[in-house]
């Protein structure tokens, strides 16, 4: 397979490493540092360093954009422009709704792996990066269903798990989950800072609580503030949301009450280990073989219906007749529970569908 890689960073640089040591493939890069190019190539990432990405992403089977935040757009735009008709092209940023909306190309996947460091930049990258990650996918009605399934293959072989989510979710969800813990720890070491400079003392040895709740404090401006702002109306009502808890919490303590305080950490506890659970779910595959005429965005509607009701696919295979009027998709679905869920919906959304 011939892959491009434009931006190579962390991200960019491990999706390099993980396909040529994983896939075997042949891996062209751009990036506008020649910095970051020539150490792409260094560390063996590279079969082609390009100083053009029109050069990179020509011949490219599939592209993934791994540029900051702010600069997604363009760069999506251009790798659209020059790849080959039958080339998938996917970004890898963390907000989606804005990127899904510009680019209604049915070879553009919206992407973003779960997967990265405090670190960033080529020479942190590693091939195994993204093991066992979930990786989120946001088809739109207009993605090719041969593409799709091409980059869903591509991923489970370099290790990430795939999950298709629409973009307005998705970006509600990563508000809460990872961008605004990074607010929550700026303002915690913010908070300590300032009482430690108020009373003159010198910064105490820290206990694990604050360390592991400032891990991700101060994290690189470069890619973190064109994140903020890009998700600024989501992140915005999670802060309001978090405000309004912690306001509950500080009336309780004020009134003394142990019941409810001891409550309050109890219900914490309990949805701490729901999310465990939900996470860890799994179990035995189980495959579904659904009928669905060849129209565009039914592979996107698929798997976004099952997304939204929390089933993961774990692989899929395409079946098209020979005419191509039609076609069986091949669905690989953990859990028992789960696989029960999906031959339901998709009975219900109208397509015939047995599990094999």
């Known amino acids: 397979m011939r892959i491009a890689v434009v931006g190579l960073g962390l991200i960019g640089g491990s999706i390099a ?41 020509g011949d490219a089977e599939a592209v993934f954009v791994a ?48 997967a990265g460091a405090e670190t960033s930049g080529i020479e942190h990258a590693r091939p195994d990066l993204f093991t066992g990650a979930t990786w989120y996918l946001t088809p739109s009605a207009s993605t090719s269903g041969i593409l799709y399934e091409r980059l869903h293959r591509l991923l489970r072989a370099i290790g990430a798990r795939p999950a298709a989510i629409d973009s307005a979710t998705h970006d509600a969800i990563l508000a809460t989950v990872s961008h605004l ?20 003392e010198r910064l105490p040895a820290t206990g694990p609580s604050f360390r592991d709740a400032t891990r991700v ?14 998700n600024r109306d989501a992140l915005a009502g999670a802060i309001s949301e978090t405000v309004e808890r912690l306001e509950r919490v500080r009336d309780q303590l004020i009134a003394a009450d142990p019941r409810r305080v001891t ?4 219900e914490a506890a309990a949805d701490r280990r729901r999310l465990l659970e ?9 495959e579904l073989r659904v009928s669905v005429p060849n129209r565009p965005g039914v592979v996107a509607q698929l798997a976004l219906e099952l997304g939204r009701a929390g089933v993961n696919i ?37 397509f015939p569908v047995v599990r094999a």
């Not at 939900?278 to 189980?286: E, F, I, K, R, T």
């Open 278 to 286: 939900a996470h860890l779910a799994g179990g035995p595959l189980s």
């Open 17 to 57: 490493l993980a396909a040529r040591r994983r896939l075997d493939a042949t891996v062209s890069g751009y990036d506008a540092s020649p910095h970051a190019l020539s150490a792409a190539a260094e560390r063996g990432a590279l079969d082609r360093a390009c100083d053009q990405l029109g050069d990179a992403v």
């Open 314 to 350: 774990t692989d899929m295979a395409l079946y098209p007749a020979a005419d191509m009027s039609e076609g069986v998709i091949a669905l690989w679905v953990a859990g028992e529970e789960p696989a029960g869920r999906a031959l339901e919906l998709v009975g219900r959304l109208g």
């Open 263 to 266: 409550a309050w950490n109890e």
């Open 181 to 200: 813990p990074h607010v929550l720890a700026n303002v915690l070491v913010g908070q300590a800072a300032a009482t430690l400079e108020a009373g003159d």
């Open 67 to 114: 540029v900051p935040v702010g600069a997604i757009e363009e760069a999506v735009s251009e790798a659209l422009r020059d790849a080959p008709p039958e080339c998938v092209v996917s970004d890898v940023g963390s907000t989606k709704r804005a990127i899904v909306a510009a680019h209604q190309d049915p070879r553009f996947v919206g992407g973003h792996p779960l």
């Open 217 to 230: 404090a101060g994290a690189s401006s470069a890619i973190w503030t064109d994140i903020y702002l890009a």
